[in-house]
């Protein structure tokens, strides 16, 4: 069976409120094959509640748990293209905002302003993904402040534009607590946003989205998969191996692999060797051992 996820009629609703402020008139209201999936519905209805009523949202997960497929999702569910950001400690203004340049038209030197992705989906009113925003250096993202509270505005301070986002602007971020490198969030940073949870999934949802994004096609190493995948959550919540063992990306990955290699040796390749502790990776081996032939 696909699990696709019809949306709620208030959902539809408020969806269609939004649209007004579009041209475009294509969108979907089944989230089917290759988009994001979950048993939890409420993931997606209150992602797009929120961001309708113009809140900025906070996906909370771990690696590899389809917050970037969560936000593509909603980008095409409401027909606005996203701005992306990645940050890291060498995020700065620029990066954010844009930057000057000398550019030459009709034999004349001129500086001109090349636009950055929070300038540009402001002005277009399209969204704006900030990933791994704790990955960002604490003093960087207070420019954003005004842009991600009611103000919904900006002094460029390269130009000293003001700039209002157009009323259907929206930021999605992104966050994996806890991961090497991630500082806490700055607590009024976090307060300008609803959170969403966004976990691992499970089970028969889990099993549609390897059938519909893996070239795995054979249904009784699917079903051991699913297993493999619920046995290594359990060690996670036991707390004998990292989160990351459980990523939906890996599982792929040795779903894929195991087309062509026997199933232990894709489980090695694709999720094993992606752990650093060897008391991880003997335990997950053993895990694979007892669930494939
Ligand atoms: N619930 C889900 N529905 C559909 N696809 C999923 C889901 N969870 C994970 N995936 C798939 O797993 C892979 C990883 O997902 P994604 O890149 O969205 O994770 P992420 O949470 O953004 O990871 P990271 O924190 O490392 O950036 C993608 O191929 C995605 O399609």
Do not use: W
């Not at 997960?61 to 950001?85: E, N, R, V």
């Not at 460029?156 to 500082?183: C, D, L, S």
């Amino acid at each position: 069976m696909n699990h696709e996820t019809v949306l709620p009629q208030s959902v539809i609703e408020i969806i269609n409120e939004r649209k007004n402020l579009f041209n475009s008139t294509e969108y979907g209201f089944l989230i089917g094959e290759g988009g994001y999936s979950s048993s939890e519905g409420h993931i997606i209805e209150d992602s797009i509640i929120s961001l309708s009523m113009g809140k900025n949202l906070l996906l909370k997960g771990p690696t590899g748990s389809g917050k970037t497929k969560l936000s593509d999702t909603l980008s095409s569910i409401f027909s606005q293209p996203m701005h992306s950001i990645n940050c890291s400690v060498d995020l700065d203004a620029e990066a954010l905002l844009g930057y000057k340049t000398i550019s030459e038209k009709n034999g004349k030197n001129s500086i001109e302003f090349i636009e950055g992705p929070v300038i540009q989906a402001m002005k277009k009113g399209h969204l704006l993904y900030i990933d791994e925003i704790n990955m960002a250096k604490p003093e960087t993202l207070p420019i954003l402040n005004g842009v991600l509270d009611y103000r919904r505005s900006i002094t460029n301070p390269f130009t000293g534009e003001v700039i209002k986002a157009a009323p259907e602007f929206g930021v999605i971020a992104a966050i994996n607590e806890g991961y090497v490198g991630t500082v806490p969030l700055n607590e009024a940073l976090k307060n300008r946003f609803v959170v969403v949870d966004v976990p691992y999934i499970e089970g028969d949802v889990l099993k549609d989205v390897i059938k519909s994004q893996s070239q795995l096609k054979n249904e009784k190493l699917i079903h051991t998969f699913v297993e493999l995948s619920s046995d290594l959550l359990v060690q996670v919540k036991n707390g004998q191996v990292s989160e990351e063992a459980a990523s939906i990306r890996a599982l792929l990955d040795a779903c894929d692999l195991a087309v062509y290699l026997p199933a232990k040796r894709a489980i090695q390749r694709g999720i094993i060797d992606k752990l650093e502790d060897e008391r991880e990776k003997a335990a997950i081996k053993n895990i694979a051992e007892t669930l494939f032939e």
